[in-house]
């Protein structure tokens, strides 16, 4: 709904919740700190959006297996703030390892698979390298055409 203010604060209340009721590096940490970075990378302030997901990510490193798929979308984000920022090798590292962890992690035709083809597909396009962009496109469009509605709007957004 766009009211950082309130989700800031509530995710906050938790988090401080979560400091009193649970030891240290719990995974449930690592929701909070991510949690509160989409919300700063929601309002552009990416620079303290990356700080609470490489935050979150400590701690997944410590507390989850590393081919669990939080840490899939903990790299992801940080890749999507170096991608918004204009980073693009960064952003490009971050994805690959994103998508890395998710082919360990889940099916073969799991639509998170595309979103990182997608993605990677994005930056590659930012940086001129269209023939690559195309590559991991297509990649995307393979497996939302198999693992979604026709009239998803992923499918749209990948043409």
Do not use: T
């Not at 700190?33 to 997944?60: C, F, H, P, T, W």
């Amino acid at each position: 709904m766009g009211e950082y203010s309130k989700a800031l604060s509530s995710y906050e209340r938790s988090l401080e919740i979560r400091k009193i009721a649970l030891p240290p590096n719990h995974p449930d940490f690592a929701c909070s700190y991510n949690s509160i970075g989409m919300v700063y990378a929601d309002m552009g302030e990416y620079s303290k959006a990356l700080s609470l997901y490489e935050r979150s990510l400590e701690i997944q490193k410590i507390a989850l297996p590393p081919s669990h798929p939080n840490l899939a979308a903990s790299y992801n984000n940080i890749g999507l703030v170096y991608k918004n920022v204009g980073e693009y090798s960064k952003a490009l590292s971050s994805y690959e390892r994103s998508l890395e962890i998710q082919k360990i992690a889940l099916p073969p035709n799991h639509p998170d698979l595309a979103g990182s083809y997608n993605n990677i597909g994005m930056v590659y396009n930012n940086m001129g390298e269209y023939s690559k962009a195309l590559s991991y496109y297509e990649k995307a469009q393979d497996i939302w055409k198999k693992s979604l509605p026709s009239n998803h709007p992923d499918i749209a957004l990948v043409k």
